[in-house]
């Protein structure tokens, strides 16, 4: 990256830090069961809420106890279960249809990050109906108050539940990218670990992976605050003790309900803290090819804190030591690639793949510029890289490299 954009990005990334304590930032309300989410609703008079979820959620029965809580108190389930992984712009206006046809007074965003994505975007709409959704692309393009807002996350790794960014994907252009408002902050969020308990080992892999990801992308950025760093750490320390549970006994609820809560805590550090260049470039990977984000986030990760190098080392060395890898007497730079290794060989126990076969060559100037479009001059990463810079990461994991 020349010189003239990195002063410009360091010196955007200031005043942003700076800024930090005058910003209206909150943490949703935690709910621990629908009996607390039903007297919510009652107390608020709402009559009618739309159920944002996805067809596998559904299918797996999910969503039918809440649906029997709403039902039983007289209260309209309104269900749109159409997202796809990557929630699309097509997604949003159908669900927003619904919304207005139905007059609902509320919405539930019931599954993973993209369902949780999309609930947003649609409250999103209903604020600013006169707003198409590419033009609320970025940082405060929303700036109205959503209709009640209620998170129940299915998956431990997204943070969606917590956090001011939904990610939407262009159904015309396929070109994947970020809503950051303040409004998007659900209002309050149902941690119940027992919706968790069917997913699948990879899923609870790939997600938990995600989780790590937020937590450490936030920890090692140049934005922290006290309360960032606190959350971040508790949440590698959490995530390196219970996502091996996890995946290894999807049915030990005390490590679920741990990771839920590390999932939490790392969303609440991103999304004051923001993230960095793994998010950027699996947002265009997601985009382009609709690789699930948290594989290609667990893909990407030891990949990106390699090339950050020595920029990283002091803080990685503080994460290795709260994992449990390194002790305070050891090197910085030792604890680091430690550390590195250590989520090298999470993907190795948890068989995640090194590389993306959908990746084409001819594709990734495009999606290097994508990467660059969406963390420059946004994210406080620990080194700055222009999308020339950035486009080694898509190589890396081509297939045909390997």
């Not at 405060?140 to 994907?169: C, D, F, M, N, Q």
Request: glycine share 4%; net charge positive.
């Amino acid at each position: 990256m020349n010189l003239i954009k990195k002063v410009y990005c360091r010196t955007y990334q200031s005043i942003f830090r700076c800024a930090l304590p005058l910003l209206p930032y909150r943490k949703p309300q935690i709910l621990n069961d629908y009996e607390a989410c039903i007297s919510l609703l009652k107390g608020k008079n709402i009559s009618s809420l739309l159920l944002v979820s996805d067809e596998s959620i559904r299918s797996l029965q999910l969503t039918k106890s809440l649906e029997n809580h709403l039902k039983q108190n007289d209260i309209q389930c309104i269900i749109y279960d159409k997202t796809v992984a990557n929630p699309t712009s097509d997604n949003v206006e159908e669900a927003r249809e619904l919304y207005i046809k139905n007059s609902c007074q509320a919405i539930i965003g019931f599954g993973g990050g993209s369902c949780i994505d999309c609930a947003k975007a649609v409250g999103a709409r209903i604020a600013r109906p006169k707003k198409s959704l590419d033009k609320m692309e970025g940082i405060l393009k929303v700036l109205r108050k959503l209709p009640l807002l209620i998170a129940i996350p299915t998956t431990a790794g997204t943070g969606s539940e917590t956090t001011l960014a939904a990610v939407i994907t262009d159904s015309k252009t396929r070109h994947k990218y970020p809503m950051n408002d303040f409004s998007l902050i659900p209002h309050y969020a149902v941690l119940d670990p027992m919706v968790t308990l069917s997913l699948p080992a990879h899923i609870s892999a790939t997600t938990g992976m995600d989780a790590l990801t937020h937590a450490i992308e936030a920890y090692i950025g140049r934005s922290t605050t006290k309360e960032t760093r606190k959350d971040a750490l508790e949440a590698v320390k959490l995530i390196f003790s219970n996502l091996p549970k996890v995946v290894e006994n999807g049915n030990d609820i005390e490590a679920r309900k741990h990771m839920l809560h590390a999932s939490f805590l790392a969303g609440s550090a991103f999304t004051k803290s923001y993230v960095g260049y793994v998010h950027a470039v699996a947002h265009s990977l997601g985009g382009k090819y609709n690789i699930a984000h948290g594989l290609a986030n667990a893909i990407l990760l030891p990949n990106v804190l390699e090339v950050y190098g020595k920029s990283a080392y002091k803080k990685l060395h503080k994460l290795s030591c709260t994992a449990g890898l390194s002790n305070d007497m050891e090197d910085e730079k030792t604890s680091a690639l430690k550390f590195i290794q250590a989520i090298k060989d999470m993907q190795k126990k948890f068989h995640i793949p090194n590389t993306i076969p959908q990746i084409k060559k001819e594709d990734i100037e495009e999606l290097a510029a994508y990467a660059d479009k969406e963390a420059n001059p946004l994210y406080p990463v620990p080194k700055l890289m222009d999308a020339k810079q950035l486009e080694k990461f898509y190589i890396q994991v081509m297939e045909e490299n390997k």
